[in-house]
T-cell receptor, first 114, second 115 residues
Framework: EAQVTQNPRYLITVTGKKLTVTCSQN?????MSWYRQDPGLGLRQIYY???????DKGDVPEGYKVSRKEKRNFPLILESPSPNQTSLYFC?????????????FGDGTRLSIL | AQSVSQHNHHVILSEAASLELGCNYS??????LFWYVQYPGQHLQLLLK??????LVKGIKGFEAEFIKSKFSFNLRKPSVQWSDTAEYFC?????????????FGGGTRVLVKP
């Protein structure tokens, strides 16, 4: 089954403790992206990757890092999480960087930073 | 910078009522337009998309949307809603010539359909 898989689904942690949210897709998609969803703000793009070893900042990249060493994986790293990063995070992928390619979303990861 | 506005944050209606959700975007260039739906506790799913051609597009589950270029709008409609349409709906815009496949989302509209 074609899917985007995120782990963990839920995480409660404390300020400053490094964490990684994994994202994996099995559709051989080139383009992957991370969004955060906050009430009333919709989804905002954090980082994106157009292919292996090619990543770039989205609209709200501060406090986050990503890597794309393999085509299927696109982990999101919070080196020193802070309470303002408490949010619902979605990973998405699409076949290519072309703007007419619909994005496929993972089930989301709810992070609470205390 | 481009932005997407959804006029209603919350909509409550009864089954069989008609639904229309407004969406306006601020960018003057060529865009691709999407509506996504998020059912409670689930990920976003594509409802419909507009790239070119007929400005009235039909999507899944009886939804349709009309692109009006002069009004920078892409409103979503359904003639008769069901309880199962309770969800949050997001309008999204994608610039044709942007770097990468970047979606800009509206703030979302929570729709509650009462049985």
């Amino acid at each position: 089954e074609a899917q985007v898989t995120q782990n963990p689904r839920y995480l409660i942690t404390v300020t400053g403790k490094k964490l990684t949210v994994t994202c994996s897709q099995n559709m051989n998609h080139e383009y992957m992206s991370w969004y955060r969803q906050d009430p009333g703000l919709g989804l905002r793009q954090i980082y994106y990757s157009m292919n292996v070893e090619v990543t770039d900042k989205g609209d709200v990249p501060e406090g986050y890092k990503v890597s794309r060493k393999e085509k299927r994986n696109f982990p999101l790293i919070l080196e020193s999480p802070s309470p303002n990063q408490t949010s619902l995070y979605f990973c998405a992928s699409s076949l290519s960087r072309s703007s007419n390619q619909p994005q496929h979303f993972g089930d989301g990861t709810r992070l609470s930073i205390l | 910078a481009q932005s997407v506005s959804q006029h209603n944050h919350h909509v409550i209606l009864s089954e069989a009522a008609s639904l229309e959700l407004g969406c306006n975007y601020s960018y003057g260039g060529t865009v691709n337009l999407f509506w996504y739906v998020q059912y409670p506790g689930q990920h976003l799913q594509l409802l419909l998309k507009y790239f070119s051609g007929d400005p009235l597009v039909k999507g899944i589950k009886g939804f349709e949307a009309e692109f009006i270029k002069s009004k920078f709008s892409f409103n979503l409609r359904k003639p008769s809603v069901q309880w199962s349409d309770t969800a949050e709906y997001f309008c999204a815009v994608n610039l044709i010539k942007a770097a990468g496949n970047k979606l800009t989302f509206g703030g979302g509209t929570r729709v509650l359909v009462k049985p």
